[in-house]
Antibody, heavy 127, light 111 residues
Framework: QVQLQQWGAGLLKPSETLSLTCAVYGGSFSGYYWSWIRQPPGKGLEWIGEINHSGSTNYNPSLKSRVTISVDTSKNQFSLKLSSVTAADTAVYYC?????????????????????WGKGTTVTVSS | QSVLTQPPSVSAAPGQKVTISCSGSSSNIGNNYVSWYQQLPGTAPKLLIYDNNKRPSGIPDRFSGSKSGTSATLGITGLQTGDEADYYCGTWDSSLSAHVVFGGGTKLTVL
C-alpha cells in the first residue's frame, strides 16, 4: 500500500523560499506523475505542478515563475520549492500520486486524477 | 475564481439523494475526463470518482459520477452523516497553458 510522507518548514517570512519534500513508500515510483496541490485557509484546492520519475514537469501557469519541482529517484522522493513567498502563499500543501495520460479517439482526451495523498503540511508566511 | 463552477453548498436529509454539479468548458470538462474528491474536515482529499464515472476500490456504489458536454455531476444516494464533507471536481485543461483545474468546492450538509 503506497504511502506518502511529507515534511518541510512550516513558518516562513515574506520573500523566503518554501521548501517541501514528499517521500513515497510501499510502491513503485516510476510510471507515475507526482504532484503538489495547496489549499489556502478556508478555500479550495489549487494545483501547483507535477513531475515524473524522468524529471519531466508541468506547472500551474499562475505559479510557474516561482515554482521548481524536482525528483530524487534514488530516494523515491520529490520536492517543491516556491520562491519569494508572500502571505498569499499561506496554505496547507499536499503531495499526491497522479495518474496522467491521454486517450486517442476523434481527438485527444486527457485523464488526470490523484489517488494517494499525503497528510498535508501547513505553511504560514508571516513577518 | 475557479475555472470549474460548483454550487457552494448542498444539503439533504439522511437516506436521501443529492447531486453536485461541476460546470466547465470545451477545453477542460468538454474534452477530458473528470475526477471527484471528498475532503472530510481537517483531512486530505480522497479520490471518489475518476474517468468521469469509475470508483476506486473501496468506494461504495452510493457514489456515482456522470458527464454530459461541458458539465459533470456527482451523485450520492443513501446519505449518511459521515458524508458531510467538501467535494471537489477536477480535470485537465487543454488550453495553451495546459494544467489541472479544480472546482471551488461544494459543502455537503446532511441535515
Amino acid at each position: 500500500q503506497v504511502q506518502l510522507q511529507q515534511w518541510g518548514a512550516g513558518l516562513l517570512k515574506p520573500s523566503e523560499t518554501l521548501s517541501l519534500t514528499c517521500a513515497v513508500y510501499g510502491g513503485s515510483f516510476s510510471g507515475y506523475y507526482w504532484s503538489w496541490i495547496r489549499q489556502p485557509p478556508g478555500k479550495g484546492l489549487e494545483w501547483i505542478g507535477e513531475i515524473n520519475h524522468s524529471g519531466s514537469t508541468n506547472y500551474n501557469p499562475s505559479l510557474k515563475s516561482r515554482v521548481t519541482i524536482s525528483v530524487d529517484t534514488s530516494k523515491n522522493q520529490f520536492s517543491l520549492k516556491l520562491s519569494s513567498v508572500t502571505a498569499a502563499d499561506t496554505a496547507v500543501y499536499y503531495c499526491a500520486r497522479v495518474y496522467f495520460g491521454v486517450v486517442k479517439g476523434p481527438g485527444y482526451y486527457y485523464y488526470y486524477y490523484m489517488d494517494v495523498w499525503g497528510k498535508g503540511t501547513t505553511v504560514t508566511v508571516s513577518s | 475564481q475557479s475555472v470549474l463552477t460548483q454550487p457552494p453548498s448542498v444539503s439533504a436529509a439522511p437516506g436521501q439523494k443529492v447531486t453536485i454539479s461541476c460546470s466547465g468548458s470545451s477545453s477542460n470538462i468538454g474534452n477530458n475526463y473528470v475526477s471527484w474528491y471528498q475532503q472530510l474536515p481537517g483531512t486530505a482529499p480522497k479520490l471518489l470518482i475518476y474517468d468521469n464515472n469509475k470508483r476506486p476500490s473501496g468506494i461504495p456504489d452510493r457514489f456515482s459520477g456522470s458527464k454530459s458536454g461541458t458539465s459533470a455531476t456527482l451523485g450520492i444516494t443513501g446519505l449518511q452523516t459521515g458524508d458531510e464533507a467538501d467535494y471537489y471536481c477536477g480535470t485537465w485543461d487543454s488550453s495553451l497553458s495546459a494544467h489541472v483545474v479544480f472546482g471551488g468546492g461544494t459543502k455537503l450538509t446532511v441535515l
